[in-house]
């Protein structure tokens, strides 16, 4: 007797063991074999994969993760980088500036002057024309030819001028009326004066003598402070300046 109850509770616990182990199935479902298999969902895109295939997808989705993980990384180093510092902008630069002409002695104190800027590398030396002005001419332009300067002779006269006298010859100034000729631009300027006091109008002055080449300086890319201290230079010399160039 004892033996058959040792026998029989041994029996019912294997089989509660197989039960909660699932291999009796739950009452009712049909999930054991193969009844189970017929009970998935879309069984038809089950696949199963070799050894090589499996190994492949393994590693592809191994390449996806650390893409994933470098682009987040970047994108969380972008947000915490720091802003790029503000670029200083550059002075407009002066494209051309000239100064001159100068005579002989005053090209080499000129030289001597700017060589305290720095500017070796931006100077160019050339040479232009000018006029060394040896007399000023005060007379009245040409207006009507001959009739015309007789007509303003005859003015003149009325209003108290008498030294004058009708220009001649071939030139541009040909039927001119010449009022005297002066070396100084302060005494030609004193006669204009006084004939505009005696009402005659439409007086000038013009500067004569020859042509002849001097020295200027031209500066390019220069800083605008540059060029004023140039400009500062170039004015403390007769007939000299600075300005513009192409």
Do not use: H
Not at 111 to 125: F, G
Request: aromatic share 6%; with cysteine.
């Amino acid at each position: 007797m004892l033996k058959f109850l040792f026998w029989a509770l041994l029996a019912a616990n294997a089989a509660l063991l197989a039960y909660g182990q699932g291999a009796l199935g739950q009452p009712g479902t049909g999930e054991r074999e193969p009844a189970r298999l017929n009970n998935q969902l879309a069984p038809e895109r089950i696949t199963q994969l070799t050894a090589v295939e499996a190994m492949r997808a393994l590693d592809e989705a191994a390449q996806a993760n650390d893409t994933t993980q470098a682009a987040d990384t970047a994108r969380a180093e972008d947000a915490v980088a720091p802003a790029p510092a503000p670029v200083a902008n550059a002075p407009d630069l002066v494209a051309c500036v000239q100064a001159g002409p100068f005579g002989a002695a005053d090209s080499r104190r000129f030289e001597a002057r700017v060589a305290s800027l720095e500017l070796a590398a931006r100077q160019t030396r050339v040479q232009v024309p000018f006029q060394e002005v040896t007399s000023r001419l005060v007379y009245l332009p040409p207006n009507g030819g001959r009739e015309g300067a007789q007509r303003r002779a005859a003015d003149l006269k009325e209003r108290g001028v008498e030294n004058f006298y009708i220009m001649q010859g071939d030139s541009p100034l040909r039927g001119a009326i010449s009022l005297g000729v002066f070396k100084t631009d302060s005494a030609a300027q004193k006669l204009v004066a006084q004939l505009q006091r005696q009402g005659v109008r439409g007086v000038q002055v013009l500067p004569r003598g020859q042509q002849v080449m001097r020295a200027a300086y031209r500066y390019r890319a220069i800083e605008p402070a540059q060029r004023a201290r140039l400009a500062g230079i170039a004015a403390d010399y007769p007939d000299a300046g600075l300005r513009e160039c192409g």
